[in-house]
């Protein structure tokens, strides 16, 4: 097994045995046409409109998005502009639910036999990447297996960041419906080799595993050291295979395809009712969360405030979507569930620590999972420098936030890079 450089955290795994609950069903939920990577949805409904559980309610012809179901029965109440973390925006269907949950009389079981019809299952599904990045499933899955023979399907299950447990319940009280997607998945994409990646601190999820493994001969548990970043792709790829995802390619060229367990879990439930994306499993946790904290089966659409107000968080300071080393900051409590959120993170403090002039430490460099130089990269950003940032490799940057973490400074290195990353972007 290899290990990359990045940091030890306190998990702060409060949640791990808080069996995951339904949540009531809200008066209204609010569904944004923007929940993947890549393209937005147009509205397929209009104000006044009738919807059922399951219906789609948005969907493009563009290449890279993921169609959006509408997770209540009840009436289109509204139509409205939202705006993104990017700051871009998007149409929303606010839908007044009637509380009866009437299902779709469209759905139905798919039919799957082989690649093409999972593609265009998983498609329909309106599945993206669980894990955070919501990268459309269906497009990761249908590779060229000429040009891309893959030998290894990684099943990301190592939940590094603090107070997430989402994944870590979906193991436990799902462990058939993961079994059932790595065998569907090896049989119609004909990749020989799974590995399910799970941290060593959740002995738990590596037992329940490893049982339900254990007379399939072509599925490994293996189990990672406990570090952070360990489930960043990249990072996890190299613990598991020693295969290196270099600058500018996707695991597929290295022979990997990764999925995280939450996505997996997913693909079984669909192939066996055809009920859509419509729901996700969200740990609620935090130092603001006065009682109630625990995992929660939400409608997606769901506005915070309501699990705050569940979790008599209503005080919180600063909210946040997934963990606190990856996730965003969240602007209103208004805002809804998304099909990425795994977390909600309610926090008693909001301050900023002051920022200092480096002391060229150099923990940023010795911590960065991707060996790479936050500082200079910090410097090419400030001057626009979009070569030098190429030669500083910035996209392999995964995000995690180990510089800005272990920067006596709290200089905001984690969040230049982001930048500086759009930058590049904007002059390929």
Do not use: W
């Not at 190592?158 to 870590?168: K, Q, R, V």
């Not at 050291?225 to 500018?248: F, H, L, M, N």
């Not at 990425?340 to 911590?367: D, F, H, Q, S, Y």
Request: charged fraction near 20%; glycine fraction near 6%; proline fraction near 6%.
């Amino acid at each position: 097994m290899k290990t990359l450089r990045g940091v030890q955290i306190r998990h702060n795994k409060h949640t791990k045995h808080s069996e995951s609950v339904h949540f009531p069903i809200p008066d209204e939920v609010l569904i944004p046409m923007s929940q993947s990577m890549g393209a937005h949805c147009e509205l397929l409904v209009a104000k006044g409109d009738a919807v059922t559980v399951g219906q789609k309610i948005g969907d493009t012809s563009a290449f890279m998005s993921a169609p959006i179901h509408s997770s209540v029965s009840g009436t289109v109440k509204e139509i409205t502009d939202y705006l993104l973390p990017d700051g871009k925006t998007c149409k929303a269907a606010l839908i007044e639910s009637d509380g009866l949950q009437t299902k779709c009389p469209d759905i139905s079981v798919p039919e799957i036999t082989d690649k093409p019809s999972l593609i265009a299952a998983i498609r329909e599904s309106g599945l993206c990447g669980l894990g955070g990045a919501g990268f459309p499933t269906h497009i990761k899955l249908n590779y060229d297996p000429v040009k891309t023979p893959i030998n290894m399907l990684i099943i990301n299950a190592a939940e590094c960041e603090p107070y997430i447990t989402s994944d870590f319940r979906e193991i436990v009280e799902q462990p058939n419906e993961i079994l059932e997607s790595i065998l569907t998945l090896q049989k119609l994409l004909g990749i020989p080799h799974c590995k399910v990646c799970i941290e060593e601190n959740n002995s738990e999820a590596v037992a329940v595993m490893k049982k339900k493994m254990e007379f399939v001969n072509s599925v490994d548990v293996v189990t990672l050291p406990s570090a952070y970043p360990q489930g960043a792709e990249k990072v996890i790829i190299y613990s598991a295979t020693g295969r290196i995802v270099r600058d500018g390619e996707l695991p597929a060229h290295r022979g990997v395809l990764t999925l995280n367990v939450s996505t997996l879990a997913f693909i079984d439930r669909y192939r066996r009712t055809g009920v859509p994306l419509i729901t996700r499993r969200v740990t609620l946790d935090g130092p603001a969360v006065v009682e109630n904290a625990g995992n929660y089966i939400v409608p997606i659409g769901l506005r915070i405030k309501e699990l705050l107000k569940h979790g008599k968080a209503e005080n919180a300071k600063k909210v946040i979507y997934g963990g606190p080393m990856m996730g965003l900051c969240v602007y209103d409590v208004n805002q809804p569930i998304m099909k990425t959120t795994n977390a909600v993170i309610a926090c008693l403090k909001a301050e900023m620590p002051k920022t200092t002039p480096c002391v060229r430490c150099g923990l940023c460099i010795e911590r960065c999972p991707m060996n790479l130089m936050p500082v200079s990269i910090q410097k090419a950003y400030m001057k626009r420098d979009v070569k030098t940032l190429k030669d500083l490799k910035v996209n392999l940057c995964c995000n995690c936030g180990c510089c800005t973490y272990v920067c006596p400074g709290h200089r905001r290195l984690a969040e230049n890079t982001q930048l500086a990353r759009q930058l590049v972007l904007k002059h390929n």
